[in-house]
């Protein structure tokens, strides 16, 4: 019995033997395994290394990606490149880079030159361009001014904000009230799930003044032929405003006459700086004298419709410069109003603190006609004149650089005489 328990130990030895050796080979097998895991090509420590580096990568291409889609952005709100710049018609156009400190590269047409003039030469403070293909630098600005029409770049980040489309697809103009406390939608027009209601009895555009546009003699005077009708003249209008809001689409903005219209009592109006016949003529003159002025068929250019001078609005009340902010609200002191200049006119441009975004004079001198129509009969005039009162102005009656009144066309100006201002379009 003892000598069987002895084998019995024996025995039990030899197997925990083949056991620590098994478990020793198990163990070898698993380290190899979790070695090959972890160093492998598919290891744990190569994923973890991939995944890092993988994760570097990726953070970079964020941070480009980010700075892309900013440099977009800046583009978009300072130049207005609403579409990609592959997408512009360069046959039309010249790729311009601005010297903004973030450079915008602005269309400018062909037939017209970007100014590289100190001042003149960036987005943020009025991008200039000239008509002719002259360079316009430091030394040669001066005599530019006065002898080459001008007009500025306008960007317009969201072409929404200047039109809606009504019920039967008819597209009309958007203007606005401005106040220090914020921009408020004038109330002649709403929206409602996105469709545009119009009061068909306050101010809109594009319409006719029937009790005018209704008379041929008038639509002659606007440059019509003896055929023309009051619904012609507004299928005109229409179609001006639709190919108007189509390239700010496009193109991310449009261009507004630097100065007023100058030379109005002659067939040819200028854009020029010191220039003092700008209040000669009814609505219907400065009309033709607005449709005549483009240098060439790249371009289209009207008198300004009220939805452009109230872009123009808009861009500066939201520069983030307090002082052209306020210029939309307030012009006080900045343009020429009662008793600055003995009640009379000033040549255009010739005052440099009534100029913003190197755009002169929207404020005061003389009030510029626009395309906005007001019931039947008159037509809006904007910004205030030489003999009225600037804001603030007793009883409410402050005219400042987004202030409007009305007129009749045909009057040549209850107030004195009534000037405009053109606006300039890509086709």
């Known amino acids: 019995m003892k000598e069987q328990k002895k084998i019995f130990k024996k025995e039990e030895r030899g197997i925990t033997l083949i056991a620590l050796v098994i478990t020793i080979i198990v163990l070898l097998i698993l380290a190899g395994v979790s070695i090959t895991m972890l160093t492998g090509d598919n290891g744990i420590l190569t994923q ?213 219209t100058g030379n109005t009592s002659q067939s040819e109006a200028v854009v020029v700086k010191n220039n003092t016949d700008i209040k000669s003529g009814t609505w219907y003159t400065h009309y033709k004298l607005g449709k005549d002025i483009a240098a060439n068929n790249n371009v289209s250019t009207t008198m300004v419709f009220a939805s452009q001078w109230d872009a123009v609005m808009k861009w500066m009340y939201n520069s983030g410069n307090e002082e052209k902010k306020k210029y939309t609200y307030d012009s006080t002191g900045k343009g020429n109003y009662r008793d600055t200049n003995g009640n009379e006119i000033i040549p255009t441009g010739s005052n440099p603190a009534y100029g913003v975004n190197n755009i002169y004079d929207m404020a005061g001198n003389v009030w510029e006609w626009t395309l906005q129509v007001f019931g039947s009969h008159t037509r809006l005039i904007r910004g205030g004149y030489y003999a009225c009162l600037g804001y603030p102005a007793i009883g409410g009656n402050g005219s400042p650089a987004s202030g409007w009144h009305s007129d009749t066309p045909t009057s040549g100006g209850s107030f004195g005489g009534d000037g405009s201002r053109i606006a300039l379009y890509i086709n």
């Open 48 to 260: 973890a290394q991939r995944a890092k580096n993988e994760t570097e990568a990726a953070a970079a291409n964020e941070a480009a990606t980010l700075d892309e889609y900013n440099n977009v952005l800046n583009n978009w709100i300072n130049g207005g490149t609403a579409e990609p710049e592959d997408e512009w018609d360069l046959s039309k156009v010249d790729k311009v880079e601005s010297a903004d400190e973030t450079p915008v590269i602005v269309p400018v047409p062909k037939g017209y030159t970007a100014s590289k003039a100190t001042g003149e030469n960036t987005v943020e403070d009025g991008f200039v361009i000239y008509e002719g293909e002259n360079e316009v630098t430091d030394s040669n600005k001066e005599e530019a001014q006065i002898t080459r029409n001008q007009f500025v770049w306008v960007p317009v980040a969201n072409v929404d904000e200047m039109y809606g489309t009504d019920s039967t697809g008819k597209k009309w103009g958007k203007t606005y009230e401005f106040y220090e406390s914020g921009i408020r939608e004038y109330y002649a027009w709403e929206e409602q799930n996105g469709i545009m209601i119009i009061d068909p009895d306050d101010s809109r555009e594009p319409d006719v003044a029937t009790d005018y546009d209704s008379n041929n003699n008038n639509l002659q005077e606007a440059g019509l032929d003896s055929n023309a009708t009051v619904d012609t003249f507004k299928l005109q209008m229409e179609t001006d405003f639709n190919n108007m809001i189509a390239s700010v689409g496009k193109y991310g903005g449009f261009y507004i006459g630097r100065y007023e």
